[in-house]
């Protein structure tokens, strides 16, 4: 079971949640929509997602690695 954070809206603070259809995140109060991110827990750069087989792999531009789910720090990002 994936442990859910409570995520805030990075303009106005206020919790947002998950829309299970769409797998992204609106806010309510300022009408926005975010989408979840990773980026490299190295270089902070923002990480190419990549589908394999249902398995879902990043590559960082910047290192030239590939990175595991593991190894990379979410974020959200205003869509
Ligand atoms: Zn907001
Ligand atoms: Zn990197």
């Known amino acids: 079971m994936e ?5 805030n809206c990075p303009s106005c603070g206020k919790e947002i949640e998950k829309n299970s259809m769409t ?13 979840k991110r990773a ?5 902070g750069e923002e990480l190419e997602l990549l589908e394999a087989c249902g398995a879902q792999q990043f590559f960082c531009n910047k290192c030239n690695e590939l990175k595991s789910k593991k190894s990379c720090e979410f974020f959200i990002k205003e869509l």
Request: hydrophobic share 20%; proline share 0%.
């Open 3 to 7: 442990n859910l954070k409570v995520i």
């Open 39 to 43: 980026k490299c827990n190295k270089c």
């Open 23 to 35: 797998g992204k995140y609106t806010c309510t109060s300022c009408n926005k929509i975010f989408g």
